[in-house]
């Protein structure tokens, strides 16, 4: 039996520490605010893992219903629904990205 | 003519109940973008002060505000970007 839409997001979101569906790919991101998290994620050094929703229609829907969350990026990090651009800009800003991401053991390379 | 920014605001409004409320439509920032149609009312930006949002971390805020709009959401509105904050707090809109 195939895997359903549904379990391939819980084994990619169990594969990856940070993963984010995004529109686009990390070097040419389809919309701003994809590209707002990836530069947020590439400006403290962190490792991802990115599935471009454009390319995959099921999973583009898939996703908003998995993580019950309506639109694109979404964030996760170690399996957990972190949220999407306007929540990950704000904890950034607010300094509580870096602190958050160490306490669950991800690497930042370059603080803020 | 069917305003999607005024039916955004009323269900804001009937929902939370807010103190402060503003509703900015910035589709034309996003013209020619995915998810972007001619007559622009795509993209919202939403600033709220409303007593529902005290004690919530930022994702149970924003949830309660994408539940609210789920119906636009799924339908006319393809970005929302959210700032909730309860009364009193500071970085309020």
Redesign the interface.
């Given at each position: 039996m195939s895997e359903t839409i549904h379990e391939r997001i819980q084994r990619q979101i169990a594969s990856d520490d940070v993963v984010l569906y995004m529109?686009g790919t990390p070097v040419m991101p389809?919309?701003?605010?994809s590209a707002a998290v990836v530069q947020v994620l590439s400006h403290l050094g962190v490792p991802f893992q990115a599935h471009n929703v454009?390319d995959d229609p099921e999973l583009r829907q898939g996703i908003k219903e998995f993580s019950?969350?309506?639109?694109i990026p979404q964030l996760y990090v170690k399996g957990e629904?972190?949220?999407?651009?306007?929540?990950v800009r704000?904890?950034f800003q607010a300094g509580e990205l870096v602190p958050f991401l160490a306490e669950r053991g991800i690497v930042v390379t370059e603080r803020a | 003519m069917d305003d999607v920014r005024d039916r955004l605001e009323d269900i804001l409004r009937r929902v939370f109940r807010p103190e402060r409320l503003e509703v900015v439509d910035f589709s034309a920032?996003?013209a020619g973008?995915?998810?972007a149609r001619p007559g622009g009312q795509t993209h919202f930006r939403v600033e709220i002060v409303a007593a529902a949002f005290a004690g919530q971390n930022?994702?149970a805020r924003?949830?309660l505000v994408?539940e609210a709009a789920?119906e636009l959401?799924?339908g006319e509105i393809?970005?929302?970007?959210?700032?909730a904050v309860a009364p009193g707090e500071s970085g309020g809109p």
């Open positions: 529109k389809m919309c701003g605010f454009l019950s969350w309506p639109t629904f972190v949220g999407g651009c306007d929540i704000e904890m | 920032a996003h973008h995915d998810g930022r994702l924003q949830r994408m789920a959401l799924h393809h970005a929302l970007t959210v700032r």
